[in-house]
């Protein structure tokens, strides 16, 4: 072919090239990291309901985490680690699209309903597992989904190779089948389909089996997996062997409160000591956070100092412990950026080579450069949360913070000094409210509104 041909040629033909990209959903391959050893696992642990306050890294004394807190002092503690939402359904949305989830309606927690196909998150969106499996990994989810109940919402159709879990917001954690539990909560727990035996076993040590035999299968290949315990969401249920260990706690919803979260400890601790006996400790990234923070009052969490909880976007509903580890790569650390759960899925591209869609845009941020001290400055100049179609709004920028209820004036906070909330700046810092409020409406202008109400339910949330 002669070369002097193509100068002529090519411009029209790369012209009309970059048009059909920028009219086709087309995506981008982020340039793995220099220093990385080929595609590394990506584990995700999801705790459920889990208080700010309960770990013991972040000094916890009634309840003991000491895997947890191994977990922490080998990693990157993100001390200002956020989610997306203060409660369950639309935080995974957030948290497996790298989306706010608001951009397409996953507002509110979907009813549990097989039958019904237009509650669950949309199937237009883009899932973490759908880039990693693209990008050679095999994929798995273990535990809650809490994304939709009916065929077109399943796991196996949203990326993932595997799923052993429930399909909504909770579960019983002993097998029980009389109907006065909600049947949500009794629903089969399935693996790839089959109805799991699980008879006579703790739910949650049965999620941390199942996640240790799915690493055992895929040791050998580069995997994904999303492990999203229940606990210590209600009901409030715990083997007494477990219960045993907090007889000095008084208070009985946090003395089972705290069993529920012995019982995702030892199983962190199960997953971590398995992969350090199979030398994966350096081939793989592992993220551990709270989908919301605790729900005060409800399950015996705390989310100390933070304020309020579970529901609410003040600091106790979307605070969360967030640690993010990878051996040999990130140094021990603790972290005070401001940090989302919506990064998860961009550094998780990013570490495998993935590529990203581009035909939409993408809220979360990869956070390796940040973590390493590579780049300077902070991975969000703002993050911002809504609830109820607007019944709540937050904003932060840094550490200046906006609180908004449609029912009352909106509230403004230096979280720098006040991380409880406790003293309202705004007549103080007119121009810095201005500014957020200007931010806040013009996040929203992006937004769509609620794709459908939340259920009606005897348990909040
Ligand atoms: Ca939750």
Redesign the pocket.
Known sequence: MASHQLPSARRPLRLLLALTVAATLHTVTIAQDDDQPGQPNVIVILA??LGYADVGFHGCRDIRTPNLDRLADQGIVCTAGYVSHP??SPTRAGLLTGRYQQRFGHENNPTFNPQDEQTGLPSGEITIADVLRKAGYVTGAVGKWHLGAAAPFHPRVRGFDEFIGFLGGGHSYFFKTEARRSPEYLVDVERNGQPLQWKGRYLTDVLSDEALAFVDRHKAAPFLLYLAYNAP?TPLEAPPEYIEKYASIADEKRRVYAAMVTAVDDGVGRLLDRLEDLGLDEQTVLFFLS??GGPVGINGSSNQPLRAG?GSVYEGGIRVPYVVRWKGHLQPARYGEAVSSLDIFPTAAAVAGGQLPTDRHIDGVNLLPYLRGRQSGAPHETLFWRTGGGAAFAVRTYGDKLVRHSDRNDELYDLSSDTPESHDRLAAEARAARQLRGLLEQWNSQLVPPKWEGPRRRQPL
Request: aromatic fraction near 12%.
């Open positions: 459920d309901d409660f369950c969401h989908d919301n579970k």
